[in-house]
């Protein structure tokens, strides 16, 4: 089992920036990809972007390409989600998730393993 605890949410204006954590437990060794989800009032979890946590890829969904980026701490087993530009759309809970069985997918499903989620508010 892996355990996932997301922290770093909070209010923030437009255009401003905030940064996400993820902090990683348990069987982090059997872990091949960290994504990071989010969900809106009356939405759909959708994807946001994953990293493979060997070698670093990522993949970004288009509506936060250029803006969002995601790190990773692999001797903290922490994940980073920092967030710039940020506008009213970003508002969501955001989910920190791992797979250990895909790379970089973009699915709900393919993962595993899920956070409780930290909000993120973003005023006008």
């Known amino acids: 089992q892996v355990q996932l605890v997301e922290s770093g949410g909070g209010l923030v204006q437009a255009g401003g920036s905030v940064r996400l954590y993820c902090v990683a437990s348990g069987r982090t060794f059997s872990i091949i990809s960290m994504g990071w989800f989010r969900q809106a009032p009356g939405k759909e979890r959708e994807f946001v972007g994953a990293?493979?946590?060997?070698?670093?890829?990522?993949q970004y969904a288009d509506s936060v390409k250029g803006r969002f980026t995601i790190s990773r701490d692999n001797a903290k087993n922490m994940v980073f989600l920092q967030m710039n530009s940020l506008n009213p759309d970003d508002t969501a809970v955001y989910y920190c998730?791992?797979?250990?069985?895909?790379?970089?997918?973009?699915?709900?499903?393919?993962?595993?393993?899920w956070g409780q989620g930290t909000q993120v508010t973003v005023s006008s």
């Open positions: 990293m493979t946590l060997s070698g670093g890829m990522t």
């Open positions: 998730a791992a797979t250990p069985r895909y790379v970089l997918s973009r699915k709900v499903y393919d993962y595993d393993y």
